[in-house]
């Protein structure tokens, strides 16, 4: 269950590895993977190099930002309160406190890397948008307990959050520096991901079939928000690049026309997740099981 204190102090990132400070710039390698932002692909930009990478450089940081943003307003916070709940065991409250430091650590990853990615590609940073995960959860409070729908969130999320990340790992034209980051990112998140299926297991007996069903109809947004581009960031830089309106929509078009299925990548990415909602019979619901049939995923 979770891991013990001595595990984690041979494993965590925090305690193994120095801090990842390789320069990030135009010749170290893109920014972003292209595979993760099907826009880049496009022809138009394709045949402007030094537009294309700086794309990608928004595409980085706005990633960034999101899991900057997960941790921050979301992992963190349900930390705290891990620790201290008499509703989970001794271990638990450690394995918390654990996750607690390696997120802040992770946080401070990303905010230098945020910091020399604008830098090197000249960003202005004033165009990235709020991730839809924390508007939806922030939404979501209005109507159930706080504490609770910012736990489940974030079993949701962190147990999704690998996929992603491992595949910008994998890309070689992906700067080194980007790529140790996530590489490193990935060893602690796989870990998180242990522990928030258990602990969303230890959880969701405890709610009310009205909780279950309210709270559970936006886990397939949660896990598409972590798999899909933002669309309207991609959107909004491409206009602040200085293609015109019309551009855009033929952009945005020609790519989305007949969109990339995300499906297989929802699948994919999200095996941890759903298999824990799988052995909680959380698709017995129909309002859960219908709100996962409207992104087109189905479970017998
Ligand atoms: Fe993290
Ligand atoms: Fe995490």
Not at 167 to 196: C, I, W, Y
Not at 203 to 227: A, C, D, K, M, N
């Amino acid at each position: 269950m979770g891991y013990s204190v001595e595990i984690w102090e041979k494993r965590s990132n925090v305690r193994s590895r120095p801090l990842r400070r390789d320069e990030i710039s135009r010749v170290a390698g893109l920014a972003f993977s292209p595979c993760a932002s099907p826009i880049s692909n496009h022809p138009l930009l394709i045949a402007d190099t030094s537009l294309r990478e700086a794309f990608l450089g928004y595409m980085l940081c706005q990633y960034s930002h999101e899991l900057l943003h997960l941790e921050t307003s979301i992992v963190q916070p349900v930390c705290q309160s891990l620790a201290l709940s008499p509703d989970f065991n001794q271990q638990q409250r450690v394995t918390a406190r654990c996750l607690l430091i390696d997120e802040a650590y992770h946080s401070l990853g990303f905010n230098l890397l945020i910091d020399e990615t604008k830098m090197a590609f000249d960003l202005d940073l004033s165009i990235l948008k709020q991730p839809s995960f924390l508007t939806l959860v922030q939404c979501q409070t209005q109507q159930f307990d706080q504490a609770l729908v910012y736990l489940l969130a974030c079993c949701v999320l962190e147990t999704v959050i690998c996929g992603k990340m491992s595949k910008l790992t994998m890309d070689t034209m992906v700067a080194p520096r980007v790529r140790q980051l996530f590489s490193d990112h990935v060893n602690d998140e796989s870990k998180h991901g242990d522990f928030f299926a258990e602990i969303f297991k230890d959880t969701w007996f405890r709610l009310t079939t009205y909780e279950q069903e309210g709270i559970g109809s936006v886990f397939p947004h949660l896990l598409f928000s972590l798999i899909m581009p933002n669309m309207q960031v991609e959107h909004d830089v491409l206009l602040h690049l200085g293609f015109d309106d019309k551009t855009v929509q033929r952009i945005m078009q020609d790519t989305y026309a007949s969109p990339p299925s995300f499906h297989d990548a929802a699948y994919q990415s999200g095996q941890k997740t759903l298999r824990m909602m799988q052995e909680m019979e959380v698709f017995s619901l129909h309002a859960i099981a219908d709100a996962f049939a409207e992104h087109g995923m189905t479970f017998i």
